[in-house]
């Protein structure tokens, strides 16, 4: 969350909202959003029902939910989505903004995947 917080002001710039969905109920996550300074939206899902419908695997040996990103258009579709096989498997925040400059260009999520 540290790469999205320091690049947050590029995705203000191409009009991306982030949005993190977590595993704490309500009131730890929003102690933890105020705690840390983070300046997108964060929804607690705490029954796990984003992460049910979105496919995002829990592994108890690695300390529960493996990472997961998904790059939503503007027209509900999603043209990203990539599921970490642990923490440090997260795409940087150059490489998603590359994807929104190319998809907002109108390339193919395709194309701009193998960018």
Known sequence: ???LRQEHQSFVERNVTILVVGPEGADKFKRFFEEHHL???GLPDP???VLKLYGQEIKLFKFG????QVLVDKEG???LIHYGDSMSDIPDAESILVLVDQINAGQDSLEAAKA
């Open 1 to 3: 969350m540290a790469q």
């Open 39 to 41: 300046p997108f939206s």
């Open 47 to 49: 029954e796990h029902r």
């Open 65 to 68: 939910r493996m990472p997961a």
């Open 77 to 79: 579709s999603a043209r």
